[in-house]
């Protein structure tokens, strides 16, 4: 897979538009710096207003629904789940919190997807964290500029 490889980020071009980017992003992390040691309750609570959100609209995706505000309790892991749907919540919100906690340390590889995977449907009676038998997992889409493929 060409976004493991060590050397395809060597490959790709540093355009104009990228190189800005790039520092729009070191800039905007600066100012989360300052946000951070100015007003870390502030960003706390608007992290956990994201957790919320994303964790309510990914499940809707997946057709997994629940009221508001045991989406909130769930999330803030003041209740157990009563329900599949809510034991998807609780998976989600135990993988949201792996990835806020260790993001710096990760690495993308097919272990940390099938440790995901597992996480997430680790409260149902589902087993998750592998590949099912005799299925191979495969990308579809067409191919991009640099071997990337579309999924």
Same mark, same amino acid.
């Given at each position: ?21 790039? +520092? ?5 992390? +600066? ?79 097919? +272990? ?28 579809? +889409? ?10």
């Amino acid at each position: 897979m060409h976004l493991l490889d060590e050397s395809f980020d060597r490959r790709l071009p540093l355009t104009h538009p990228l190189v800005r980017t790039l +520092g729009l992003l070191r800039e905007f992390r +600066g100012k989360e710096e300052l946000y951070r040691q100015q007003m870390p309750q502030a960003l706390e609570t608007l992290k956990q207003i994201a957790i919320i959100q994303s964790t309510e609209s990914s499940n809707r995706i997946e057709g997994v629904t629940a009221p508001a505000q045991r989406i909130r309790e769930l999330v803030a892991n003041k209740t157990t789940p009563r329900d599949r749907s809510e034991q998807e919540i609780a998976g989600y919100r135990d993988v949201l919190g792996t990835i806020h906690g260790n993001y710096a340390a990760m690495k993308l590889t097919v +272990g940390l997807v099938k440790q995901f995977h597992r996480d997430l449907f680790k409260y149902t009676d589902q087993r998750g964290g592998r590949v099912e038998s005799g299925r191979q997992p495969h990308f579809t +889409g067409p191919r991009r500029r640099h071997g990337i493929r579309a999924v």
